[in-house]
């Protein structure tokens, strides 16, 4: 669940290398890469396959993802209804004129955000894979939560005791 990308900051000389080479011009390719014909097929693949294998591996812990969430009387709003998989950071702030006491709980969950099952005024958060949350945030005051999300579909919701159904929920969707 947890990749860790840092071996892979090792691999970033190699990527500005080649988008030097591709400034520099076609020229140098062959020179550089000689020896890797041997692996690949062409030089170019090379490259290709170098800048690919960075994009797939390494994006996500690159991607420094800020999505503002604010919690209010009956809903919850973000700034976007969708973010790139990777880091994301949930600045959360509980708007001053609530009068509650409000958390922000991350699920992951195909379910549309208005029909997670609810028992005794709380989403039965045990049914989901939780993601992360920040509890107690009062009026006019904000907490910051970082996640690692992969691509998928996620609600998040306050589930203090009828907040759920009051309203505050929303879903957001993770793309690859
Ligand atoms: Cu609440």
Do not use: W
């Not at 990527?15 to 030097?20: D, G």
């Not at 000689?34 to 693949?45: A, G, K, L, Y």
């Not at 919850?76 to 969708?82: C, F, G, P």
């Amino acid at each position: 669940m947890s990749i860790d990308c840092t071996p892979l900051l090792t691999l970033r000389p190699n990527l500005r290398l080649a988008s030097r080479v591709g400034v520099i011009g076609r020229a140098l390719i062959p020179a550089v890469f000689v020896e890797e014909n041997v692996m690949f097929s062409s030089p170019r693949t090379a490259v290709f396959l170098g800048v690919a294998a960075l994009g797939l591996v390494c994006s996500p812990s690159y991607a420094e993802q800020t999505i503002k969430a604010t919690l209010l009387m009956n809903t919850i709003q973000l700034n976007a209804s969708d973010v790139k998989a990777g880091k994301v950071t949930f600045e959360v702030s509980n708007a001053p004129d609530t009068g509650m006491t409000h958390e922000f709980v991350v699920l992951k969950t195909d379910l549309a955000a208005d029909r997670l099952p609810v028992k005794n005024g709380q989403v039965s958060e045990s049914q989901f894979k939780k993601m992360g949350e920040v509890e107690d945030i009062d009026p006019g005051k904000g907490k910051r939560l970082t996640l690692k999300l992969a691509p998928g579909r996620y609600v998040v919701i306050c589930n203090r005791p009828g907040h759920y159904s009051m309203g505050l929920h929303t879903s957001l969707l993770v793309t690859p």
